[in-house]
């Protein structure tokens, strides 16, 4: 997925949304460097894109205004 069309697709999730999203690449994070710690060599890609997205992600959720 291209930046421009990942950013877009997560301004458009609610809070709820971008905290399940944030836990479901943490725990793809893990198994990927889990992967990568048995040798499979595609995983040092995915990792990077990976971490880029929840890096993104993070930073829309920290940019948002805090609901009381």
């Known amino acids: 997925m291209k930046k ?9 999730l609610g809070e709820d ?11 793809s994070l893990f198994r990927l460097n889990f992967k990568l710690a ?5 995983a040092v890609k995915r ?5 880029k997205s929840l890096a993104r992600l993070q930073t829309l959720a920290r940019q948002r205004p805090e609901s009381e």
Do not use: H, S, T, Y
């Open 4 to 12: 421009r069309e990942e950013l877009d697709k997560f301004r458009e």
């Open 17 to 27: 949304e971008l905290r399940a999203e944030a836990a479901r690449l943490r725990e």
């Open 38 to 42: 048995l040798g499979e060599v595609d």
């Open 47 to 51: 990792i990077r894109q990976e971490k």
